[in-house]
């Protein structure tokens, strides 16, 4: 039935469909069938692009309505695609220079017409302004693909980073302050207030910066093949720790304020503030797989002599939360197999040889019986990649600090 309705829907190439398309990407996301969304995403690149979407807007004679609703809907697809790719460790299907559309106006729905297009005061908060921050970074972390992940154009790996990181700068600067976005929350203010929460709340904040997050790992990670000589493999493997230990930290943030263990309401219905947390993780780029390499992270970087810059949070402190954060997500999601539970248990092993030098107890039955395959990642390369990190045996050797100081 499904296949059939698809095909139906296909037939009709139009704006709806595409957006219809779009919308299933993101449930199937939240509902973790990501190799579906992937597929999904794919046919509906390939029909923005035979509508047209991604060619500037001078091309065609449409009606200011219709051409910032062809703006928003490339731009939404083109994000799906980059974050896709991200998150699965495949190649992008839309080329940047192949776009040349412009990016959504900032300018409410309401505010649009067939002729013409009421603009905002300068200043003035929109409801497009969080995805238009979005859509940049998904550019900025499209490129980062492209020039660090791509099977060629891998010289001046330096130099790159370097610039990608510039660029992250650039758009980091540009977000609201949390102070901003607590004051924008809806029914918290007079109508200038809710009218800037639907430019950007507290929530969308805290997607925004969890993104920013995995796009820093994405830029740093391929440094730290470097050798540990390197002047860069120590500033990336910094970048990447800071970014892994602010990432945990949003992600148990959002979970704070839950009524009852699986986060249900007395009629046992999910609450808005449950559901957030779980947006937050299971959308692109995120997942289970980025939180639980953001505990590796940490870990690895203690391997290598370094610690959580912010001397508030200990390095220990830090992963046994990302083991709290996995075990409250495998309680909210459809984790039959346990998996998360088992990387949870993984990252308490690490944790307890690596900060107590103390002998970890002999394997359980079940832990025998752990299956890497299983635990979360976007790719087997992905894999391969986490277990060159993780000494498995735990005989690596006891953490000193009079030894091991990086000061």
Known sequence: MSALILEHILDRPCLQTLQ???????YL??????????HISGVAT?????????????RFKFDPLETELRRRVWWCQYTLDVMSSAHHGIPRLIRDQDVDTDLPTRVDHDLLSRSHVSFPLPGEATQVDSAILLFKLARIIGDTLEKLYSTTRRRGGVAKITRLQAELDAWEHSLPSESDAEMAEPGTGDAKNDTQALAISSFCLAFLRATLCVATAHIHRPAL?????????????KACTRAASNLIQIILNTFKGFDAQLGFDQANHPTNKHVEPLVIILLYPIGAHMVWQAGLTILFARWNGYTVPDPSVSDESTVRQCSEALRKLGG?????????????DVLDLLCQKTFTGAEV???TTEQLQWNVWDWPMASALELANTLDAIPFDLEFSTWDPQLNDPR
Do not use: W
Request: proline share 2%; aromatic share 6%; with cysteine.
């Open 20 to 26: 219809g398309l779009e919308m299933t990407q993101i």
């Open 29 to 38: 996301q939240l509902t973790s069938r990501y190799t579906l969304a992937s």
């Open 46 to 58: 390939r029909l923005a692009q035979n509508l047209g979407l991604h060619r500037h807007s001078n």
């Open 225 to 237: 093949a470097f050798t540990t000589v390197n002047p860069q493999f120590q500033l990336s493997l």
């Open 332 to 344: 909210f999601t459809d984790d039959a197999g346990g998996n998360l539970k088992q990387c949870a």
């Open 361 to 363: 107890a002999n394997l």
